[in-house]
């Protein structure tokens, strides 16, 4: 069973930086891609990034582009999203997926099997 553990929200600045850390569980993390989500109240899942099983290839939502950034270590079963420049609409609870299945870089969720319980990101105007 895959388990994905997110960290590193919190309260901040607009204009402000955090960087967002998901653990995995399991084996083969290698070769799944990895995507963040994030959901506001009131508002359905939006896609903020994706990334391929070995980084080479990453997708990114055209609303972030340009302030976050998705990477990953392999060798610590992490995947991150460094998010700079940030803004009170960017207020959420911020999710990590796994996609275990072969296939391209997606930004529908239903493409996702596992999901972390999330961590809240909140930034002040």
């Known amino acids: 069973q895959v388990q994905l553990e997110e960290s590193g929200g919190g309260l901040v600045q607009a204009g402000g930086s955090l960087r967002l850390n998901c653990v995995a569980s399991g084996r083969t993390f290698s070769r799944w891609r990895m995507g963040w989500f994030r959901q506001a109240p009131g508002k359905e899942r939006e896609f903020v990034a994706a990334?391929?099983?070995?980084?080479?290839?990453?997708y990114i939502s055209d609303s972030v582009k340009g302030r976050f950034t998705i990477s990953r270590d392999n060798a610590k079963n992490t995947v991150y999203l460094q998010m700079n420049s940030l803004k009170p609409e960017d207020t959420a609870v911020y999710s990590c997926a796994a996609d275990r299945h072969p296939g391209s870089l997606t930004s529908s969720p239903y493409a996702y099997e596992d999901w972390g319980q999330g961590t809240q990101v909140t930034v002040s105007s």
């Open positions: 990334i391929s099983w070995n980084g080479d290839t990453t």
